[in-house]
């Protein structure tokens, strides 16, 4: 699991040191589902890189392994501007589009 958390760190830390960001950039993570150990541990990377101050993060997903849903989550996200999306894609086809939208608005996009 210690890996695991290194690994989220280290994504979090590439996406935060990229000079477009002027303040405290906004990063959330999209997962499959929420509610899974798995996850769960990654989100404990992801709030202790928040707690650097270097970024406001966050993680989030569907309750159940649903690419709408998952989806949906990512529209919203775009449409609020925050400064990158980390995500777990369910269905890596059908999320094309809105990243692709995320990146041509200036959200720096990473999946895994």
Known sequence: ?????IVTLA???SIA???????APEIVT???LT???????MEEGVKEFGA???AVTSQTGPATADAA???KIIEDL???GVAAIAVVPNDPASLEPVLKRAMDRGIKVVTH
């Open 69 to 71: 849903l998952q989806l």
């Open 78 to 80: 775009v449409a609020k």
């Open 11 to 13: 994504l979090l830390t």
């Open 35 to 41: 509610g899974i150990n798995w996850f769960n541990r």
């Open 1 to 5: 699991m210690k890996k695991l958390n």
């Open 52 to 54: 650097t101050g270097e």
């Open 30 to 32: 999209i997962v499959k």
């Open 17 to 23: 040191s990229v000079p477009a960001f002027a303040a």
